[in-house]
């Protein structure tokens, strides 16, 4: 059975290059991104290092910390590290797990327990390795997304999905394409009264569908 919405995380210990690490303490108290790739000094992969590189402001203001996993090891890290850094012109900080094992790879299944590399493997042998997954404080996932090798991430709605989560935290859902600053949803669950105590004024939009501000 996969790792669902609202499962705990595995509490594993993992390698990476910046010392070895598990998982639930990384995560803390904090919002986590762990963002995992099939092999390191690869195109689409490199590129989405970076933009996450470059988003690091962005990260901290929601208290959130981002996580890399490649299966290769720390020393290609370091030297991948360099790479990253010329395309995005800016520090890659964050740390990144050196899965040569498969161990964090198979605990959040990504691959099957079977798995194992080949000598001269290529990017093909691991290429369901390219999820991401947030975590709330709770160490529960909140969110996962996997994608093929040919395309790459789009961090800006990665961001706009933590912000959803953070939002969703606050006892609301949001709509479609919901930015920050916009409108939020009431969920059915709450009343009528209920609604107006908790979020102010209640627009109906049908009897199903209510909105209300955004709580700070």
Not at 66 to 72: E, H, Y
Not at 105 to 124: Q, V, W
């Amino acid at each position: 059975m996969g790792l669902r919405i609202n499962d705990t995380i595995p509490n594993i210990t993992v390698t990476t290059d910046q010392g070895d690490i598990s998982l639930h303490d990384f995560v803390g108290d904090n919002w986590a991104v762990i963002f995992s790739h099939p092999k390191d000094f690869t195109p689409v992969c490199t590129t989405e290092f970076g933009a996450v590189a470059q988003l690091a402001d962005e990260w901290a203001k929601r208290g959130t910390k981002v996580l890399g996993v490649s299966v290769d090891g720390v020393e290609d890290h370091v030297k991948w590290k360099r790479d990253i850094e010329k395309v995005a012109k800016a520090k890659a900080e964050f740390a990144i797990v050196a899965d040569e094992d498969l161990k964090m790879a198979k605990a959040f299944d990504m691959l099957p327990a079977e798995a194992y590399l080949p000598d001269g493997r290529t990017p093909a042998d691991s290429a369901t390795v390219r999820s991401v997954f947030i975590v709330g404080p709770d160490k529960q996932l909140k969110l996962s997304m996997t994608y093929p090798m040919t395309v790459g991430r789009n961090f800006a709605e990665i961001l706009r999905a933590l912000d959803g989560l953070q939002m969703a935290a606050k006892g609301v859902a949001t709509p479609a394409n919901w930015q920050q600053g916009q409108d939020v949803i009431v969920p059915t669950s709450v009343n009528a009264e209920d609604a107006a105590a908790k979020f102010g004024e209640v627009t109906e939009v049908l009897p199903y569908l209510r909105t209300v501000k955004a709580p700070a």
